[in-house]
């Protein structure tokens, strides 16, 4: 089966023909629009498909190809933060508060999380933060069998910061505990912030690389997947992300 996670960077619909050469079973796609408010021809090529999403013009898209189907996975919960006495609104978070997520299944056998990380209004909790949140609202959700988290996540080790205990290496580090591993950093045998290849430049400038797409896998998917980075020569003029493809071979 192969999955593939990008961030098109808007106007997926004039973009069709790209995503075909994937040959994906299912793609996920962050900062698309919603098929069912765009042209026809958008929407009659998404066929089985899921959408979340702030506005009509950006969001996640999970497109389904190949007879494989996709059903959301109805994730919903509260979490409240204990600190001495204190009862501030801030210590309590929801599921809907925070952006994007999307969690759903393929074929009722394989789980995925699909990741756009927002900055929303809270410079603290923005990006990474907002992945820590979700993680702490559903590690039971997530920790199940043939799980994949991906998506852009909009960080890197490189900007971990002393005084947040939600940094980039904190979120790898609990997904570590919970069984997941990233597919690139795992085949490359490189270390968090230390990736060669990278998956986004920022303004198109080949000299201003980023590495802030990721796939993790379950223990039980990591060892039987395969993952490829699109070659920028090929994606830069409709992106400044790369897609990332996970060939998995079920055993």
Not at 79 to 85: N, R, S
Not at 152 to 158: H, Q
Not at 202 to 225: A, G, L
Request: hydrophobic share 35%; with cysteine; glycine share 6%.
């Amino acid at each position: 089966m192969r999955i593939v996670s990008w961030n098109c960077s808007g106007g997926l619909r004039n973009k069709l023909h790209a995503t075909d050469r994937l040959n994906s079973d299912v793609l996920i796609v962050q900062e698309c629009e919603d098929p069912s408010r765009s042209i026809s021809a958008y929407h009659q090529w998404a066929g089985n498909y899921l959408w979340v999403g702030d506005s009509k013009n950006k969001g996640i898209g999970v497109f389904a190809k190949n007879g494989h189907k996709v059903k959301k996975l109805d994730w919903s919960s509260e979490y409240t933060l204990a600190i001495g006495y204190s009862k501030s609104h801030a210590l309590t978070w929801r599921t809907d508060d925070l952006k994007l997520f999307l969690p759903f299944t393929i074929d009722d056998k394989i789980n995925v999380l699909a990741v756009w990380s927002k900055g929303i209004d809270s410079h603290k909790f923005g990006y990474i933060g907002q992945i820590w949140k979700y993680i702490q609202l559903h590690r039971v959700d997530i920790c199940r069998h043939k799980t994949i988290i991906l998506g852009d996540f909009n960080s890197n080790s490189r900007w971990d910061r002393s005084d947040c205990w939600w940094n980039h290496s904190d979120v790898v580090g609990e997904l570590e505990e919970m069984g997941f591993e990233s597919q690139y950093h795992k085949q490359a045998d490189e270390r968090q912030g230390e990736e060669s290849i990278p998956t986004f430049l920022m303004h198109r400038k080949v000299e201003r690389p980023y590495h802030i797409d990721y796939i993790f896998t379950s223990t039980d998917m990591k060892n039987s997947s395969e993952l490829t980075i699109g070659d920028m020569v090929d994606w830069l003029s409709l992106s400044d992300h790369m897609p990332l493809t996970l060939d998995w071979c079920e055993g």
